[in-house]
Structures are given as C-alpha cells and as structure tokens.
C-alpha cells in the first residue's frame, strides 16, 4: 500500500533551533521525537530567499539560477514541475493548508484583469486549497470572530497573537482543519501543510509569549566593526536591521523562541492524531522550512543576504518502511532542492530531468552515498530593494539589475560569496564559524572560486541536454544512463 504524505513547511524557522540540535534554551520535544522515529539532516539549507523565491526551490527541486523566482511576486514559469503536479502523476490528490507563495505566470492568466496578477500570494499549481490562509487569513479571522474576538486585519491579530489564549492562535487553527481532514481519510493522501510561525510578527500565542525569560535569550552574533558594503545596505533597510535597543531585542527573540515552541506543540497534536487513526505507520511525514531567521544575528532580522543563520533550516523526515535508519542524524550537506527527488522515490515516480537536488533516500535507508555532495549552496537577490529606495537602472545593455545578485557555496571550513558585480567574500569557518573572519589564504580563496563556477557549470538548466533528435525520434543519451548520474 502506498504510503500517506504529510509535507510540513514552517516558516522562518532556525536549524539551530531545536533542543535535539542543542539549542541551549529553545525546548521543541515533539519535533525531537520525530526526529527519533525518522531522520535528523543537521546540515540542511535552503536555496534563496524570502518566502516566494525559497518556496520556489522547495517545489520544483531547482536552484534560483534555474527557476528564477528572485523575489516576492516574480512569477513561477508554468513549465516547471513541482511536487504538486508529481503528486498527480502518482494517481494522488494533494491538497493544501496554508499558502505556497507563488505568484502566476502571466502568460496563463486569464487576460489583464485575472486577479492572481495582482496577488504574489498565489497556489502552487496542482494543489487544491483546502484551507486557504495567506494574504488576509480570512477563515482564521472568521473562526476568531466566531469565539467572540475582536481584530482589526491580519496583521493586527497576528502581531497580538499573545494578547489572546493559545488555544485561538492560527497555529492552533490550522492543525485543527488538518487533524479533521485527516480523520475522514482513506489511505494514499497527500497534505501540504504551510505554518506561518515562526514567522514574524514576533508575537507568540497565549502563554507561549511568557515561555523564555528575556534575561535568558542570549545574544545574537555582533556585526562586524566595519560592514562591507553589501551588509551596510541590508543594515539601512528598516524591514531588515535589527532593533537597536537592547530590551526591544531580547523582547523579539523570546517571542520568536515562544512561537518556535507553540508550533512545535502543533506538531505533537497531528502526531499524536496519525497515531489516534491508525495513520502514524502509513504515513511518510517530511518537515522542513522556506528559510530561516536572522534573529539580530550581524545587526539584522528577517532571511536576507549570504549569512549562515538566514539559511540553515531544519530538515527531519519519517518513512515507517525504513525503521533502520531511524535515529540517526545526517551531516552531509543537504538542500530543500533535494525534498521533491525525495519525495518523487517515496510515490515511486521518476524524478524530473529539471531537478537539480538528489533524493535523500540513500539516508533514509542507513547508508552512505560516496558520492553525496561536499558544499551547499545558496543565492539572494536583492534588486526589489533598491528599486524601492528609489535607485534607477539602465536595461537591458548594462545589466544592472542582474548584478544585485550574490552566490554562496558553503563547506566544512570555509563560505565563498561571489557577487554579481563582480566583487567576493570569502569567510574562514574553520577559524571562526560566526562568518566575521575572512580567509587570507589565496589559494584556499582560489579554489574556492573555482568549486563554486564548477558547480554552476554543472547546475545550468538539463531539461533537453540529454536528448538528441535524430533517427525519426528522440531518444536519450547515452544509451541506458540516467539522467542523474
């Protein structure tokens, strides 16, 4: 029988953040207790950044350089897969809690006046929404409003989300429809369930807003004395600096920390519902986030630039077919590119030839590839912001806008940032993993280049390479490989 799939994103959260990663505060039991009935990826990242472009990796198993969703409402190319429609091919019906955060492609759109061509917030093709809360949370609004409280908008009663009981929180809402659908299944569903918290505003449930003392949250990594220019721009942006006073900080890292562990207790209670319905044993649960959180970190908030903490993302998933593995934590570099080629194996379907990520199942059933990557990688492009600061450039001839870009290929030792301007960084893990110490060594500078060109070298678009037209046919080449070797 084919399994069940529970697909789980939440936003913005940390890889550090969990107490089975060694979180000296953060307390996340139901999150570490799956991570002990599955697999633990402790090395894991997201490809770009905010929420539209990371999402965008995650559902088509594409790098930014492929995909080319750069930011917030640049619209997904509609002849992309993704893990919806892969679904389908797999004869399931995938439905949807939450939002995805794609934007149409307006060559689809139903003529000027769609109304998708106006909203970044839209459904990832091939899913049909069951629970529909991105833009104006209206049926969580609803619910509240049915309980007797007062809001003025989405933003306002997500920012006084601890005004309220825990039990009226959009987490708490959430789970409550997916817990109800669930319920009333057969076997071979496919759910997407898209959390917004942790996801600012910084404003934690109940008494989850009064878990972690804000004496106790300890401090964020410090800027370096004299930023670069690029970290100097994102240090200006009000959205992205981080608060200056000292009380204002602490504050926001302790409801941070509060609504890491409210949806962390969401999670045990659709746990603790598989188990209820006989489900927990039939169904592949997949855990992961968009991107993650700054959280002060280098004098910034919010998942901008090259840094290691906007990136680094949890990563647990539990197949109940492969309990040898169970336990374990991985740390080889994994990518949320990797999540659709997963879950692509677990319906037992091709992987896409567009698919730049690798399917973690060797991991999953105990072993270890020997020829598993040895970096990760990462891009954020920032050319929205400056437009907004009011910036003008010349197009197409110079190419400005595609110069606001950068790349990080990320090892054990070192991080290599090259910008689309032309210049680099390059920080020395190995003598300081805070990325406030930059490598002097050229020639480990050198190689470094190097590996990351070679990497995009080998990453650009396949969908046709391997394939010739010839003979009355198409056909692959060379005869009998697959495309992923």
């Keep these: 029988m084919a399994p069940n799939v529970l697909l789980i994103t939440l936003d913005q959260f940390r890889g550090d953040c969990l107490s089975a990663a060694g979180h000296p505060l953060v307390r996340t039991p139901h999150l570490d207790e799956l991570a002990s009935h599955g697999v633990r990826f402790a090395r894991h990242y997201s490809q770009s950044s905010p929420c539209s472009p990371g999402r965008a990796s995650l559902y088509t198993g594409m790098y930014q350089m492929n995909h080319r969703v750069v930011a917030n409402g640049t619209p997904l190319d509609a002849r992309f897969d993704n893990v919806a429609l892969a679904a389908r091919r797999a004869g399931r019906s995938p439905v949807l809690f939450g939002y995805t955060d794609q934007s149409i492609d307006p060559r689809v759109a139903d003529g000027p006046d769609d109304p998708r061509l106006s909203n970044y917030e839209g459904v990832l093709p091939g899913f049909e929404c069951l629970l529909d809360l991105s833009g104006s949370h209206a049926p969580w609004l609803e619910w509240l409003a049915e309980r007797g409280a007062t809001v003025k908008g989405a933003r306002h009663a997500l920012s006084t989300e601890h005004e309220r009981p825990a039990g009226l929180s959009v987490s708490q809402f959430m789970t409550d429809t997916v ?228 790349c990080v290929h990320r090892t054990d030792d070192i991080a290599y940032v090259q910008f689309g301007e032309g210049r680099h960084l390059c920080f020395d893990l190995a003598a300081d993993p805070t990325w406030r110490t930059e490598c002097t060594d050229q020639s480990r500078v050198l190689r470094a280049a190097q590996d990351l060109l070679t990497w995009r070298m080998q990453m650009t678009d396949r969908q046709h390479t391997g394939f010739l037209v010839e003979n009355g046919g198409t056909g692959r080449w060379p005869a009998g490989v697959p495309w992923r070797e």
């Design 179 to 406: 817990i109800d659908w669930i319920g009333r299944q057969g076997s071979g569903w496919f759910v997407h369930a898209s959390y917004l918290r942790p996801h600012p505003p910084y404003s934690a449930a109940g008494e989850w807003s009064a878990a972690y003392d804000e004496g106790e949250v300890g401090e964020p990594i410090a800027p370096v004395g004299a930023p670069e220019k690029f970290h100097a721009l994102m240090m200006e942006l009000e959205n992205t600096k981080a608060p200056s006073d000292p009380a204002e900080l602490r504050r926001m890292r302790a409801q941070y920390f509060g609504m890491v562990s409210e949806v962390d207790h969401q999670m045990g209670r659709l746990w603790r519902a598989l188990r209820d319905t006989g489900q927990w044993d039939d169904t592949v649960i997949v855990v992961t986030a968009d991107h993650a959180e700054l959280l002060g970190d280098h004098g910034l908030r919010e998942k901008v630039g090259y840094w290691e903490t906007s990136q680094h993302i949890p990563c647990i998933i539990r197949d109940p077919r492969r309990p040898e593995a169970h336990g374990t934590v991985i740390t080889s570099f994994t990518e949320n590119v990797d999540i659709m080629p997963t879950l692509c194996d677990v319906m037992g379907i091709d992987v896409p030839h567009q698919c730049d990520g690798l399917p973690l199942t060797p991991f999953l059933e105990g072993t270890d590839p020997p020829w598993w990557r040895d970096a990760a990688h990462w891009e954020y492009d920032w050319r929205f912001a400056l437009i907004q600061l009011g910036a003008e450039f010349a197009w197409p001839w110079k190419r400005s806008l595609e110069k606001q870009n950068l």
